[in-house]
C-alpha cells in the first residue's frame, strides 16, 4: 500500500481505537484497514463491540482513544460542515430499516445526496432537484428496484427496503459502506440477494464494504476478508478459505462456558 | 398414590400441595396499603373543608324552589331562538379563536421541537432551557395569561388567541417533543452519516417521521382548546363565551338556553371532525 502519491488513502482506517462505557469496556484498541473493492465481513457474538466499533468509526460516538481515518481525514479533529462533508465518504446500513417509513423510495435515497445540496435547495421536503432526482433513479435502477420508486418505504419488504438503503448510500456517492446486520431481518434468498449487491458494489463499484453479520456461512460465502472479534478485541483476520471451523467456533463461546 | 410415598418416587401423579415460599414482606406492605388509604381519605376530608363543601347547599341549589331545575330550567324553557344566529356567529368567532391558537400553537412548538426533544438537540443546556420555557408556559393558566393579555390589547378576541396560543405551546411542545423523543432513531443516524445538517436532518428524516403523530396530537387538543377559548370568552375575549356570561348576567334563561345548545352542537361536532381526521392520520 501507500506505493506513491497516486495512492490515495485507504477509505477507512481505524487505529488503536478503545471505547468503554462505565466500567465496562467494549473496545480494547482495535485497528484495521478497510480498502476499496473489498467486502469485509465482521462475526462476533452478542455484545463484542460489534456496532460500537461502527459507530466509533464514523463518529455517532466518540472513541476514548484512537483514531477514525475516512479517506484520509481524522474526524475526531473536524467540527461542522467539515466533519459533515467528510463523513459523507461513508455510509451506513442498519439491521433495523433506516428508511423514513413515511416517504417514497425515491425520496429517501434523494436524501443520500442532501450534503451536497445548499440549504435553500434542500428546504422542500417534497421536490428534490432534478440531478438530485435522475441520480436517485439511477442508484434504484443499481439495486433493481427502479420499479418500486415511488412505493412508501414503510410498505416495502424487509429485503427491498435493505436496497433501497443501499441505493441510498449509492446516491450519496459514499465510498465506504458500513452495514450493521445487514441482512438478519431477512429470509435467506433475500438476504443472498443482499449480501450479492454489497459484493458486487466493492467488486464492480470499487467501494470499500464492511459488514457484520451473524450468519458465518453468508460471511464466509460473500467476504473477501472475515475479521473474528470476540471481547471488544479481534481474534482473527483472513481470507476466508483461511478460516477454520474451530475459530468461528470460538467466537461465540459464552465467558460462563469457557472458564 | 400415597402422601408418604418415597421422595424422588413420586409421579405426575403425586400431587401433594406445594408449599409456598414465605411472603416475607406481607406485614410490610399491608401497613404501607393501610397507611395509603389514611393519606386518601385525609385529603379528602381536609378539602371537603377547605372548598367548603356542603350536602344541604348541593341539594338545595339543584332542587329546592329557587334551585336550577325547579327555578333555572323552567324560565330557560323554551330556548328563544331569535338568539340562534347571533349565538351561532359568536361561536364561529370562538372557533376562529381556536383555530387561530392551535395554528400558531403548532408553530412554535415545531420551532422548539429541533432543542426540545434530547435525541436531537444540538446541547443539553438548550434542551433544559426549552422544556423549562414549556413548563412555565403550561403551568400558568389560560384564563390567568388572558388576564394579563387584556391589560395590554384590550378587549379583543386577539388576547385570547394570544393567551391560548403561548399555553398551547407549552402542552403540545411537551407532547411532540416526547413523540420525537421516541422515535425510531436509525433514519436520522443514517442521514447524519450521509453528511446532512442538522436542519436538513430535521426537516427530511424527523419531521416526516413524525408529522402524522404531530398532526393527530394537534387535533386530539382541537375541541380542548375550543372549550378553553369559551371560557377565556366569557372573561372578555369575546365569542359564545361573552355572550353567555353577558345574558346570564341579565337573567335571559331563554336566550343562554339557545347559546348552550348551539355550544353543545359545536362542541360535538369538533369532537368528531378531530376523531376522523385522527382516524385518518394513524391510517
Ligand atoms: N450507549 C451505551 N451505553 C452503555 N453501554 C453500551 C452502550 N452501547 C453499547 N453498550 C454495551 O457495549 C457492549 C457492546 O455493544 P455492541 O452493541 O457494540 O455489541 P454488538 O457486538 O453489536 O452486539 P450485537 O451482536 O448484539 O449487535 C454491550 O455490552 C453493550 O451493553
Ligand atoms: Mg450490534
Not at chain 2, 372548598?51 to 334551585?67: E, P
Amino acid at each position: 500500500m501507500g506505493s506513491g502519491a497516486a495512492a490515495a488513502d485507504p477509505p477507512l482506517v481505524i487505529e488503536g481505537i478503545r471505547k468503554r462505557f462505565g466500567e465496562n469496556e467494549v473496545l480494547g484498541g482495535v485497528s484495521l484497514t478497510l480498502r476499496r473493492g473489498e467486502l469485509l465481513a465482521v462475526l462476533g457474538g452478542n455484545g463484542c463491540g460489534k456496532s460500537t466499533l461502527l459507530r466509533c468509526a464514523v463518529r455517532l460516538l466518540d472513541p476514548d482513544a484512537g483514531s477514525a481515518r475516512l479517506c484520509g481525514q481524522d474526524l475526531a479533529a473536524l467540527r461542522g460542515r467539515s466533519l459533515r462533508m467528510a463523513r459523507r465518504e461513508a455510509a451506513v446500513v442498519f439491521q433495523q430499516i433506516a428508511l423514513v417509513k413515511q416517504r417514497s423510495a425515491l425520496e429517501n435515497v434523494c436524501c443520500g445526496a442532501l450534503a451536497q445540496m445548499s440549504l435553500g435547495r434542500s428546504l422542500s421536503t417534497t421536490a428534490f432537484p432534478t440531478e438530485v432526482r435522475d441520480r436517485a433513479a439511477m442508484a434504484l435502477q443499481r439495486v433493481g428496484m427502479l420499479d418500486k420508486a415511488w412505493q412508501r418505504a414503510g410498505t416495502l419488504s424487509g429485503g427491498q427496503a435493505q436496497r433501497v438503503a443501499i441505493a441510498r448510500a449509492y446516491c450519496q456517492q459514499a465510498t465506504v459502506i458500513l452495514a450493521d446486520e445487514p441482512v438478519s431481518a431477512l429470509d435467506p434468498r433475500a438476504a443472498e440477494e443482499v449480501m450479492e449487491l454489497l459484493a458486487d458494489l466493492a467488486h464492480s463499484d470499487g467501494l470499500a464494504v464492511l459488514a457484520v453479520l451473524h450468519q458465518p456461512e453468508l460471511a464466509l460465502r460473500h467476504a473477501d476478508r472475515v475479521l473474528g472479534m470476540r471481547l471488544g478485541a479481534f481474534a482473527f483476520d483472513k481470507r476466508p478459505d483461511e478460516v477454520a471451523p474451530e475459530e468461528i467456533e470460538a467466537l461465540y463461546v459464552h465467558l460462563h462456558e469457557a472458564a | 398414590m400415597s402422601i408418604d410415598a418415597p421422595i424422588g418416587a413420586a409421579g405426575p401423579g403425586a400431587t401433594a400441595t406445594p408449599r409456598l415460599p414465605p411472603r416475607t414482606r406481607a406485614t410490610r406492605s399491608r401497613l404501607i396499603a393501610y397507611g395509603a388509604v389514611a393519606v386518601v381519605l385525609g385529603l379528602l376530608i381536609f378539602s371537603w373543608i377547605d372548598a367548603q363543601g356542603s350536602v344541604t347547599q348541593f341539594f338545595d341549589g339543584l332542587f329546592a324552589r329557587k334551585g336550577l331545575f325547579r327555578d333555572v330550567v323552567p324560565h330557560s324553557l323554551p330556548p328563544d331562538l331569535s338568539a340562534l344566529w347571533g349565538g351561532v356567529r359568536a361561536a364561529v368567532t370562538t372557533l376562529a379563536i381556536a383555530i387561530l391558537s392551535i395554528a400558531f400553537g403548532l408553530i412554535g412548538a415545531i420551532a422548539m421541537l429541533p432543542l426540545a426533544a434530547r435525541n436531537i438537540t444540538p446541547s443539553r443546556p438548550l434542551y433544559e432551557l426549552a422544556r423549562v420555557v414549556q413548563a412555565i408556559l403550561r403551568a400558568i393558566p389560560e384564563l390567568i395569561m388572558l388576564l394579563f393579555f387584556l391589560i395590554v390589547f384590550g378587549f379583543t378576541p386577539f388576547a385570547a388567541v394570544v393567551a391560548l396560543t403561548f399555553h398551547g405551546i407549552g402542552v403540545k411542545g411537551k407532547l411532540f417533543a416526547e413523540a420525537v423523543e421516541e422515535m425510531e432513531m436509525a433514519p436520522v443516524e443514517a442521514l447524519r452519516v450521509a453528511g446532512a445538517s442538522r436542519i436538513q436532518v430535521f426537516l427530511h428524516a424527523v419531521l416526516p417521521g413524525v408529522r402524522n403523530t404531530l398532526l393527530a396530537l394537534t387535533m386530539y387538543r382541537l375541541d380542548a382548546n375550543f372549550r378553553s377559548a369559551v371560557t377565556l370568552g366569557a372573561v372578555g375575549g369575546g365569542g359564545i363565551g361573552f355572550l353567555i356570561d353577558n345574558e346570564l348576567n341579565a337573567f335571559q334563561f331563554k336566550i343562554v338556553c339557545t347559546y348552550m345548545i348551539v355550544l353543545v352542537v359545536f362542541v360535538l361536532a369538533i369532537e368528531r371532525v378531530s376523531t376522523i381526521v385522527r382516524a385518518r392520520l394513524n391510517a
